[in-house]
């Protein structure tokens, strides 16, 4: 079976009936918002927050039921994909686009579960361009102090057009190489003028469900997480 299938249908196992769940966005966890929408038409009772439009149409299409921030303050846990994993489980996130709403339904849960495929896991963040959001007025003086930090930043388009994000701003697809301190290069961007959010999502994640041709391994913060 294809390997984020099996991270994505696994990570559905740690929604119990009643919570109130996260719904992240990306091609892994689809996965999991598929099978929660088959267990909720058997019976399991639960509601959504969706990180991005995209995962709303999906979770509406899914038949689970969904609520918002102007009825809930905490959720029980938000299952979420992401683009790099280091081995204290810091992530780079964002590739698709979705950081700021993943980051707020991260913040507001009392546990973030990973899934990913095994190719994910890295040494050290960095070679995945971080994703910075940023405003679109003075995005290009932003860039310029976003590059004063070590890195090339690249605007992210798409046929042409910069890509607008669910919250009407652009992304900085920033090329670091290597971040070997990702909790202090995400205060010196959150520090800048125009950044309104940044892809590392540092001391988050409690547990990462990886898949790979082998099966499912479960990762769990401070337990050595990818050796
Ligand atoms: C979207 C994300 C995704 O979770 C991340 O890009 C991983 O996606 P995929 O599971 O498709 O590889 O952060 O903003």
């Not at 303050?73 to 780079?92: F, V």
């Not at 940023?134 to 042409?160: H, K, Q, Y």
């Amino acid at each position: 079976m294809n390997p984020k299938q099996l991270a994505g249908e696994r990570a559905a196992e740690f929604v119990k009936d009643g919570m109130l769940v996260g719904l992240g966005t990306g091609t892994t966890v689809y996965w999991t918002i598929r099978r929660l929408g088959e267990m909720a038409r058997q019976g399991l009772h639960i509601r959504g927050i969706p990180t991005s439009r995209r995962t709303e149409q999906q979770a509406i299409e899914a038949g689970i039921p969904l609520t918002s921030f102007a009825e809930v303050s905490d959720l029980d846990l938000t299952i979420d994909g992401a683009d790099e994993i280091n081995p204290t489980l810091d992530l780079i996130k964002g590739g698709g686009g979705a950081l700021l709403r993943e980051k707020l339904v991260a913040a507001a849960s009392r546990r973030l579960i990973i899934v990913a495929d095994s190719s994910k896991l890295v040494p050290t963040l960095g070679a995945f361009p971080l994703p910075v959001e940023v405003v679109p007025f003075g995005w290009e003086v932003t860039a310029r102090r976003v590059a004063m930090l070590g890195c090339i930043p690249t605007l992210r388009t798409a046929d042409g057009q910069p890509v607008v994000t669910d919250n009407g701003n652009y992304i900085l697809d920033c090329r670091f190489g290597t971040i070997p301190d990702p909790a202090h290069l995400h205060r010196d961007l959150k520090l800048l003028v125009g950044v309104v959010e940044t892809g590392l999502f540092v001391g988050m994640a409690d547990t990462v469900v990886v898949g790979s041709e082998s099966g499912v391994t479960l990762l769990r913060a401070g337990e050595g997480g990818t050796g």
